[in-house]
């Protein structure tokens, strides 16, 4: 069973800079990343087919944050650059098992899920 691990949170400062990373094993599949806050759902910010060859991100991210994935080390990444006060959140790693170059973007169709990891940013 796929269990992605999220590492590298924490605390950055507005307009500064973190990536995360996600572990996982086994087959390669597309992976996204989500994020939520307090009374709000869980929203996909960020997306990878299993190739690495196709990526989405959400408008609220597209022109700071970048995913990318080294499938020799089965894992993905978050950058995350001119972070804001409200890219505060969990972010969560997920992978959509059976799902090659699809890059689904129903939470429905990730089916493996990290922990997640907490990302304040202070001004």
């Known amino acids: 069973q796929v269990q992605p691990v999220e590492s590298g949170g924490g605390l950055g400062q507005a307009g500064g800079s973190l990536r995360l990373s996600c572990a996982t094993s086994?087959?390669?599949?597309?992976m996204a990343w989500f994020r939520q806050t307090p009374g709000t759902e869980r929203e996909l910010i960020a997306a990878i087919s299993s190739n690495g060859e196709l990526t989405f991100a959400t408008d609220s991210v597209k022109d700071r944050f970048a995913i990318s994935r080294d499938n020799a080390k089965n894992t993905i990444h978050l950058h995350m650059n001119s972070l804001k006060l409200e890219d505060t959140a969990i972010y969560y790693c997920?992978?959509?098992?059976?799902?090659?170059?699809?890059?689904?973007?129903?939470?429905?169709?990730?089916?493996?899920w990290g922990r997640g990891i907490q990302v304040t940013v202070s001004s």
């Open positions: 997920a992978v959509a098992q059976g799902y090659f170059g699809i890059l689904p973007r129903s939470r429905a169709s990730y089916n493996a």
């Open positions: 086994g087959r390669t599949y597309d």
